[in-house]
């Protein structure tokens, strides 16, 4: 019998034996309801319970001995009752004074196993599941964990996976309760097509949407899995993609997914409606509230008259005066963008209105769909709470924090009406995907520390759900080695402060007449200063052993050009170990508008170090680096990229150490060895410098004939930079490049943004160079864009 048909039955039956008490033809039904709205009974008589204590039976009860209850009382506790999930049937009848409820229980679950899975784990399934040991068996639980299981088989791809249920009857009222699955075969994606695109070729918006088209290792990136949530996502996000270049009139008009049986491929059709370009028109702010003066607030504006529309001007616009607005003490204040289209110049003219919205105040945050990540990891993300002021802009840049933390394939904040016309209730509707990977990079340099590197690395970035960020990595080749620890806690303390730590311990012996051990830590906090901006103060300790089995006697004794350690070496040797003990500031300006493939947006870095907080170093350096990015066409996807860097130091007592001066690196200068420019001794050893400049100019681009989903993209680059000037104390050697000489290099790359981490091939060739310096023309690695 049905949960829903026994409850009927119950209430029924509650009817029938209350018409008893009266008598009394047509008129037995109006008396029968006056009297039970009237009854009071004495004492309450439970039948049937035996696993079930009477007690708990009666706690379930609205009704309660010596207190008037009525039909609906009755029903409330039919309801509890069976809420419970202990109970098959509850009936419930007064006799006399007396109030007998008879229960039939269920029968308890001894344990639940999981046949058939091998995709997903057991403990995942136990997961997802609310049947467990020792709980009620509940046909209608058992139907919703079904469902649950077959969810998370369609989640990987296996949209056709079944579910059976097996039950082993081990006495005393117990059962073993078996989940037998058939996983079936994985779905594919035969194609993603488009219909209505006119701007756009179908190459570039399959590079918008999340959804890819299967291939050799996409059983590794999951993202050719037809769900029904990542296509609306998908929808939104060609969206937001057409939005930001003009096309506000754009709609998506339909997306199909069609299976085909026989190959068990889904080929998926967005139809879509571009509509026209516009660009901005006139932009005004008008202000009903006193004390806000519209004029102030113009200079908070993103858009600018004669752009190209971009929604996300008229969002951060929005969002820039209601925070404004709203610390001025008017936490009511709505802005409203009003556009006015001008469809024969293909302009939008917008007014940005701030008046009083309506008084209305947040009664509660409800979360929902969350099954990894903590309620508070996402509550944290809101600068409003229970009780608080409803602003929507606070709540739709709560959103955008969210969806940047990566830990959610799709976020969703809709409100609902609260208790009383001025609440309202938030409701959080997430869904988590991974956020653990597990890489292994490659690098080869052909320099004079050259051959093949190799590192094994495991990352975490929502750990135990709580938000935090861990990475555990070791590396190396056949002369070094290398171990590293990161954590950060993104809320420290409660705060919007991401504190954290890195471990590192490096040992190369690489070089051919002396070895380094290089071991230390950072502690650092970093904290918001506006959407785009940061600050991050760190403590640095780094701890040097040098070691070498040269006699230096004999050694000096030689020809500086012959030596094999010169005298700012042997110094380092024999003052082993070293000890750097520096404090660091950064400022940090990100307007990227993706961190993986970045098309648009400034990433720039300013820092400045100080050492001698203890140690052996003293200086003081200065340092940072910008790139600026900018799309150059559109749907074929060229990306150019201008990058300027430069540093400069100066010891604050005494001279400084050849590992405290700058060095470029391989990426700093491609055709160059790390090392490879700068100040350098008769015998070739790298002393660094003190100033350098760094310029760099690429543009990236897909590689004809092959899938953009694949991933690979070629580029074309030229390096340009210098190193120059030395405070190593040299004795009465002589070092050359001391002097400022700019070199060069051009060159092209391979770019795959594989499953296991972005590598990237690069070959350069020199073009202005100095006759000592150390050249590298091909070098293959893990891609780095910053």
């Known amino acids: 019998m049905k949960a829903g048909s026994r409850f009927l039955n119950a209430v029924s039956a509650v009817a029938l034996s209350t018409s008893m008490v009266v008598a009394g033809g047509a008129a037995v039904s109006l008396v029968s309801v006056s009297a039970a709205q009237a009854a009071v009974i004495q004492r309450i008589d439970v039948r049937g319970a035996s696993r079930v204590s009477p007690e ?109 249920t097996q039950t082993y009857d081990v006495g005393n009222g117990r059962v073993n309760l078996a989940f037998v699955i058939n996983e079936g075969d994985r779905t594919k994606i035969a194609g993603i097509n488009f219909v209505g695109n006119n701007a756009y070729s179908d190459g570039r918006l399959r590079a918008v949407v999340n959804t890819k088209k299967s291939g050799p290792l996409s059983f590794l990136t999951r993202k050719d899995v037809y769900d029904e949530m990542k296509m609306r996502a998908d929808e939104e996000a060609l969206r937001q993609f057409y939005f930001n270049r003009g096309y506000a009139d754009f709609q998506v008009v339909s997306s199909d997914a069609v299976l085909d049986e026989t190959t068990n491929e889904y080929t998926i059709t967005f139809t879509v409606e571009e509509g026209e370009r516009y660009n901005f028109g006139d932009i005004t702010v008008e202000s009903t509230v006193e004390g806000v003066d519209a004029n102030e607030l113009k200079g908070l504006l993103e858009s600018r008259a004669g752009e190209v529309y971009r929604a996300n001007d ?74 608080d002021a409803f602003n929507q802009e606070v709540v739709n840049s709560a959103k955008r924090r969210l969806d940047a933390l990566g830990f959610f394939s799709s976020v969703n904040i809709t409100t609902a009406p609260g208790s009383a016309s001025d609440r309202v209730v938030l409701i959080v509707d997430v869904q988590d995907q991974s956020t653990g990977t597990f890489g292994v990079g490659a690098g080869y340099s052909t320099g004079s520390d050259g051959g093949f590197k190799l590192e094994a690395s495991i990352e975490e970035r929502n750990f135990l759900g709580r938000g935090q960020y861990i990475r555990i990595a070791a590396g190396g ?249 030395n405070d190593v104390d040299i004795g009465d050697d002589s070092a050359r490049g001391t002097s400022m000489a700019w070199r060069a290099s051009i060159g092209a790359s391979l770019i795959w943004s594989s499953p296991f981490g972005p590598l990237r091939v690069d070959y350069a060739v020199p073009v202005v160079k100095e006759d000592f310096d150390k050249t590298q023309r091909f070098k293959f690695g893990i891609s780095s864009t910053f």
């Open 477 to 725: 080749g056949s002369d070094s080695r290398s171990y590293n620890l990161s954590f950060t806690e993104p809320y420290f303390l409660g705060y919007r402060l991401a504190a954290g730590f890195d471990i590192f311990s490096n040992t190369d012996d690489s070089e051919d007449y002396y070895d380094v051990d290089n071991k230390g830590f950072t502690l650092r906090v970093t904290a918001p200063i506006t959407e785009d901006l940061s600050t991050t103060l760190r403590y640095n300790y780094t701890k040097l052993d040098y070691s070498t089995s040269v006699d230096e006697e004999e050694d000096l004794a030689r020809a500086p050009e012959d030596r094999k350690l010169s005298r700012p070496y042997w110094d380092a040797v024999d003052g082993s170990p070293w000890v750097r003990s520096s404090i660091s500031q950064s400022m940090t300006y990100d307007t990227l508008d993706d961190r993986k493939l970045p098309r648009d947006g400034i990433y720039a870095t300013f820092t400045q170090e100080f050492a001698g907080v203890g140690g052996d170093s003293d200086f003081y350096k200065i340092y940072g680096k910008a790139r600026y990015f900018r799309t150059l066409m559109e749907d074929a996807d060229v990306i150019g990229s201008l990058s300027a860097g430069a540093g400069y130091m100066t010891p604050t007592s005494g001279d400084l150490y050849v590992f405290d001066q700058f060095q470029l690196n391989a990426n700093d200068l491609r055709g160059f060895e790390s090392g490879g420019i700068g100040p350098r001794m008769a015998n070739g050893d790298a002393l660094g410098g003190t100033t350098y400049f760094t310029l760099s100019a690429e543009t990236t681009f897909p590689l004809p004939f092959i899938a953009r989903d694949a991933g690979f993209r070629g580029a074309l680059f030229a390096d340009a930079g210098t190193l120059y000037g």
């Open 56 to 164: 708990t039976v009666r706690a379930n009860l609205t009704i309660q001995p010596g207190k008037d209850f009525s039909n609906s009382d009755i029903d409330a506790s039919v309801r509890r009752l069976f809420g419970t999930g202990y109970f098959s049937d509850v009936r419930i009848s007064v006799s006399g004074s007396t109030l007998v409820v008879v229960v039939d229980e269920n029968r308890l679950i001894n344990q639940v196993v999981f046949n058939g899975n091998r995709k997903i784990k057991d403990d995942k399934l136990a997961g997802i599941v609310r049947s467990q040991s020792l709980g009620p068996f509940s046909e209608s639980t058992i139907e919703s964990d079904i469902q649950s299981i077959k969810g998370a088989y369609a989640a990987i791809g296996r949209s056709d996976a079944t579910v059976t």
């Open 314 to 387: 008229v969002q951060d616009s929005m969002s820039e005066i209601s925070r404004v607005v709203s610390a001025r003490g008017y936490p009511f204040a709505r802005v409203t963008p009003r556009g006015n289209r001008d469809f024969a110049n293909q302009t939008i003219a917008v007014d940005y209105l701030v008046d009083q919205g309506d008084r209305a105040y947040v009664e509660r945050i409800e979360i929902r769909g969350n099954t990894r990540t903590r309620d508070f990891v996402i509550r944290r993300e809101f600068d409003i709470s229970e009780g």
